[in-house]
């Protein structure tokens, strides 16, 4: 069974940093790109960014853009985010999602991990 | 930016058929995907690439495209069916930025 869990969300200040993770499992890793999409509930589900099998290439929503780093580790089937410069418009809930596809060039997530809060305080 | 637009709410009876539109510009160039999102609970993929159903979905769920305006329907809605809907595609640029629709909620009376 696929399991995504995400961890490291919290509580922060505007203009902080926060680190969140994805752990998975049931699958095999390196195959497929890996996602975080958020919610929150006035904008609805946003797709922030993305990251290939090998970790080589990044995609990013433009709202995001140079502030924050998807990456992962391949060794530790782990998926990151490195958030920084937070505004109070990244409060949400992340969630980890893989894609259902581990090729094509049209994107959809499948399964999605649970989701863990970020809350950017000003 | 590109949108994808979908009606907020959706009211039926239980038994009758649900449809959910999404439309967008980029629809007949890129394949659509529909998620069901109970209260609590993650988004769950219940149609794929248009019309292609996953592994686990009821086969009441069915999805279709014409030109700019995808539909998902639900025919013999179920109490259980109760959930926000959202569609979600790409522009024409390609397959990045992957872009949602603003949710349809769907009441089961």
Known sequence: EVQLLESGGGFVQTGESLTLSCAASGFTFVSYAMNWVRQDPVKGLQWVAAVSGSGSRAYYADSVKGRFTISRDNSKKTLYLQMNNLRAEDTAIYYCAKDQFDYGDSVSFSPWGQGTLVTVSS | ?109
Do not use: H
């Not at chain 2, 209260?39 to 592994?55: F, K």
């Open chain 2, 1 to 109: 930016s590109y949108e994808l637009t979908q009606p907020p709410s959706e009211s039926v009876s239980p038994g009758q058929t649900a449809t959910i539109t999404c439309s967008g510009d980029a629809l007949p160039n890129q394949f659509l995907y529909w998620y069901q999102q109970k209260p609590g609970q993650a988004p769950v993929i219940v149609m794929s690439r248009d019309t292609e159903r996953p592994s686990g979905i009821p086969e009441r769920f069915s999805g279709s495209t014409s030109g700019t305006t995808g539909t998902l329907t639900i025919t013999g809605v179920q109490a259980e069916d109760e959930a926000d809907y959202y569609c979600q595609s790409a522009d024409n640029t390609g397959t990045y930025p992957v872009v949602f629709g603003g949710g349809t909620k769907l009441t089961v009376l």
